[in-house]
Each structure stands twice: as structure tokens, then as C-alpha cells.
């Protein structure tokens, strides 16, 4: 499923026009974006856990040449499934 296809789906499910329900989706992601880059978890009851973790500084190797390259330490976005989701 892409934006578009996203979008309308809410529109449908919400009784939403396909304009509101795509600023909604906007600023669900941005609002999301924004507590993340702070540091903070989302938490969306019955759907899951967005937070960020960290990955340690590391040292990995190109693939094309084997010689040895340093990679950074960086944050990373994480997302957990709630529980009761059943597929």
C-alpha cells in the first residue's frame, strides 16, 4: 500500500474527504517525526511503538574493495507491533 492508496482508505474508513484525510495522515507523521527527534516514544494504543534507538559506532567492511571502514554511531527509528494485532 503507497500514500495514495493509504490516504484514501482513511478517507473511506473515516468518512473524510481524500484532502482531509490526507492532511491528517501529514500530520500524524509529522507530529511523529517531531517527538522522535526529541527522543520521546509514540505510542499508538492497539497499533504499536514508534521510539529511536541507537547503534554503536562499529567497524564493518566494503565489499567491493575488503578493506576495512569505520561506520558511526547513529540513531535509527523503531517500531513495535502491538501485541494484538493478529494477522
Known amino acids: 500500500m503507497n500514500k495514495t492508496e493509504l490516504v484514501n482508505a482513511i478517507a473511506e474508513k473515516a468518512g473524510l474527504t481524500k484532502v482531509d484525510a490526507h492532511k ?7 507530529a ?21 534507538t541507537e547503534r554503536a559506532a562499529r567497524t564493518g567492511i566494503n565489499p567491493q574493495t575488503k578493506k576495512k571502514i569505520k561506520i ?3 540513531k535509527s527509528g523503531k517500531f513495535k507491533m502491538s501485541k494484538s494485532i493478529e494477522f
Open 24 to 30: 491528517a495522515l501529514n500530520a500524524f507523521v509529522d
Open 32 to 52: 511523529t517525526i517531531e517527538t522522535m527527534k526529541k527522543g520521546d516514544k509514540v505510542t499508538v494504543p492497539g497499533f504499536g511503538t514508534f521510539s529511536v
Open 72 to 74: 558511526a554511531a547513529k
